[in-house]
């Protein structure tokens, strides 16, 4: 026995009624049957298709960008960049328009937050061609601007984020008082996605003098430069 | 009598609960699941709006594209739409429905986390949704929304750790800790809809009960109503024999005082031809046949012979007198007799008639009581009739004429205590001039002794009666009657000894339908 609501629903529409009486007046009557006797197999059909749709959208969240080509101590300084003598270094490579990297900038925060006065904080803004508009008119500008003590740099073209191996927005690396460096990687779990992650695990250990558990992480965001 | 309900939990009030608790479940089931799936819909706006403002945009150097998230936002979004609003639609109210709402709901809730980036306000609304799933009050729901995420904790913390915690070693006391805050929003919310459902089983046993009280109570004010029914039932039965009782004893009394006088004449016709001289003609002519031989001498010569033609002559007037006087007794008695066959005609004409409406001159109506009334009281009681020149009315002359045979019946017993020079009844027969509907008036007008005016007001109650030998169902009868009839009986006296007048008003019937209309 069909269900009455079924036949209601479809019942409503006088459009989709005359099309079907038109054409096949059983019409109703068949697909109200067929989904009565298929409603579970619907069911878990459908919460199928919701897993494979996680699983691509997680896929995708936990596929890291490029890796850092390795650097040393000698590329670090050749860049020049500001530190406060004797203090860490935390140099951020980012990508001014990244959504992804709007967490990897507020972890940058909350690291900040956490050891303040314990180390240099520089952000590189790196600027390929064709971008537009103005990067200090960015969201993530503005973010980095918020943190107390950091350097912003601004990279044309890229040259300096090139220089020292840096290919993903986010990429983060960690040189002690003697431009040795102790950490390359990210400080987010996934792709845009803030809280804990090990790259930010792995800063606080080594700031606070501790032995981490890796040195390197996978970095979430998106390339800094085109693709050759 | 007290009307009594029973209040307490039989089976059939259990049963009826049983009912009303589903229904009442269902009609929660059913608001809850559309509201539900409505706010999924909002939910899938607000995550493309939230796609587009954080992550429009992916970048590739200077390039861009559609950021994945927008367009996981749009299809993502939209797999997980159709089949909860589809089975809200088609299946409200149902358990397959309520799950698969409360499944869609916590995949949206992941969905939004993920393109909120993850921020820990955006892990609130996992607990404001399983509030919203409470709102149907069924606590397998929320296992079921439970398990949806912690399913999705533990194949995500084998596959990918760092995906749930951020971290690739966990300690087991962080899991316990997320296991714990939705196990303590369960407790409480399966707490709550426990309760729930069991504040609605005690409305629907207390409304399963009160329905029954109402039927318990409605059925004993049938059995009252239908009681006080046949109680006054039997009450008119037992005032319309009552009235017919008065009138047939009116009619007895006046039989009776018609054979009085019948009695009377015939007694008198029975001592005439006792005492009659017709024997002294028996002994004449004896003495004629005795002397026949020489009749002429006797008739002349005979002393006693010549006193027979005067002596014929005296008895011839005599027996014309005894003649006379019997034809006259003879022709009262005949008269009475007759007045006796009236009575009893009218008696019987007016049983067969019982209401029955015919057409009829008021003022002839008046006439029949009269004559059941005071037929052999003729004389000793003053009469002055007016009555209007009527047409033809529709009348149930019976209740006319019981009503105004009980008013005369009062009327010539008022007067018997006047002198007889000084009775006097007063009967009219008019139209009702002062109304604006067509209605007759009987009025009995007597100077008698009057009624005391404080018990004019209950003068129609049943059982009251001034008379000695009353019953005082007369005049109730007669005011209930007219009542029936669509008039009125009213009284008028000045008091003790200021005689009474009666007046019966009834509206002109026009038909029969009018007739029924009324009734």
Redesign the interface.
């Known amino acids: 026995m069909i ?1 009455a ?2 036949k ?2 479809v019942y409503r529409s006088g459009f989709i009624r005359t099309l079907i009486n038109r054409y096949s007046p059983d019409l109703i009557s068949r697909a109200a049957a067929l ?1 009565d006797q298929s ?2 197999l ?2 878990a059909g ?2 199928l ?2 897993i494979a ?2 699983a ?3 896929r ?3 596929t890291p960008g490029a890796s850092a080509i390795a650097t040393d101590a000698g590329r670090f300084a050749s860049l020049g960049l500001p530190h406060a003598a004797g203090l860490p270094t935390l140099l951020m490579v980012v ?1 001014p ?4 990297s ?2 990897s900038m507020r972890e940058l925060a909350m690291l900040a937050a956490d050891c303040q006065d314990q180390m240099s904080i520089d952000v590189l803004f790196v600027q ?4 537009p508009g103005s990067i200090e008119s960015t969201e993530l500008w503005k973010a980095a601007e918020e943190i107390p003590g950091a350097h912003l740099i601004r990279d044309a073209n ?1 040259s300096a984020a090139a220089k020292i191996g840096a290919a993903t ?1 986010g990429q983060v690396y960690l040189f002690d008082a003697d431009n040795r460096l102790q950490f390359s990687g990210g400080i987010t ?2 792709r ?7 790259g930010r ?1 792995t800063l606080e250990a080594l700031i606070h003098h501790k032995t981490p ?1 890796v040195r390197e992480t996978p970095v979430f965001g ?6 050759q | 009598m007290k009307l009594q309900s029973n209040l307490a939990l039989t089976p059939s009030v259990v049963a009826r609960a049983d009912t009303l608790l589903r229904e009442h479940q269902l009609s929660i089931a059913i608001r809850t699941d559309r509201l539900l799936a409505g706010l999924l819909e909002f939910e899938w706006g607000f995550g493309i709006i939230l796609a587009l403002w954080r992550s429009p945009l992916t970048w590739h150097g200077g390039l861009s594209s559609i950021h994945p998230h927008v367009i996981a936002a749009v299809f993502l979004g939209a797999v997980l739409l159709p089949v909860p609003i589809l089975l809200s639609l088609v299946r409200p109210g149902e358990s397959i429905t309520r799950h698969s709402i409360a499944i869609a709901h916590m995949l949206m809730s992941s969905l939004l986390i993920h393109l909120g980036g993850g921020q820990i306000e955006m892990h609130f609304q996992i607990f404001g949704t399983l509030a919203f799933l409470a709102f149907s009050r069924d606590w397998r729901v929320l296992i079921t929304a439970t398990i949806v995420t912690g399913t999705d904790h533990v194949v995500r913390g084998l596959i990918m750790p760092e995906s749930v915690f951020g971290v690739l070693h966990v300690s087991v006391w962080l899991t316990l800790e997320h296991v714990a805050w939705v196990t303590f929003d369960d407790i409480f919310l399966i707490g709550s809809c426990i309760r729930g459902v069991n504040e609605m089983r005690g409305i629907a046993e207390t409304r399963a009960m009160l329905e029954q009280s109402y039927r318990d109570v409605e059925r004993q004010v049938e059995e009252r109503t239908s009681e006080l029914k046949n109680a006054q039932e039997e009450l008119m039965k037992a005032a319309r024999t009552a009235g017919m009782a008065e009138i047939a004893t009116s009619v007895l009394h006046n039989v009776g005082n018609v054979l009085n006088s019948v009695n009377i004449s015939a007694t008198i016709v029975a001592d005439t031809l006792k005492q009659s001289e017709v024997a002294s003609l028996t002994k004449v002519s004896d003495m004629i046949v005795e002397h026949k031989p020489d009749l002429a001498r006797y008739l002349t010569a005979d002393e006693r012979g010549r006193l027979i033609p005067d002596f014929i002559t005296d008895l011839a007037g005599c027996l014309g007198e005894e003649q006379a006087s019997m034809l006259n007794e003879v022709q009262s008695l005949s008269k009475g007799i007759e007045h006796i066959k009236q009575i009893v005609a009218a008696q019987q004409s007016m049983a067969k008639k019982a209401h029955v409406l015919t057409r009829i001159k008021p003022f002839s109506i008046m006439e029949t009581a009269l004559s059941m009334q005071l037929m052999g009281q003729s004389g000793d009681i003053g009469l002055t009739k007016h009555y209007d020149e009527l047409d033809e009315c529709i009348i149930d002359q019976h209740k006319v004429l019981q009503v105004l045979i009980n008013l005369l019946s009062n009327a010539r017993q008022a007067v018997m205590a006047r002198p007889a020079s000084m009775r006097h009844i007063t009967l009219t027969v008019e139209r009702v001039e002062e109304s604006a509907e067509e209605r007759i008036r009987f009025r009995v007008k007597d100077n008698g002794m009057g009624i005391a005016r404080e018990n004019l007001a209950r003068i129609f109650s049943h059982g009251f009666t001034t008379k000695k030998e009353g019953h005082g169902f007369g005049l109730h009868s007669s005011a209930n009657a007219a009542a029936e009839m669509g008039g009125h009986l009213s009284v008028m006296s000045d008091g003790v000894d200021q005689g009474a007048t009666f007046t019966l008003e009834l509206p002109v019937l026009k038909s029969q339908e009018e007739t029924l209309c009324k009734a």
């Not at chain 1, 328009?97 to 992804?100: A, E, I």
């Not at chain 1, 390929?128 to 971008?131: A, D, I, Q, T, Y």
């Open positions: 269900h609501d079924t209601t629903v989904f409603i579970y619907l069911v459908w919460i298709m919701a749709g996680f691509v959208l997680c995708y969240s936990f990508h328009l990244c959504p992804c709007t967490a390929p061609k064709g971008l890229g927005s779990s996934s845009g996605h803030e809280g804990l992650s090990e695990s558990l998106g390339p800094l430069q085109e693709a």
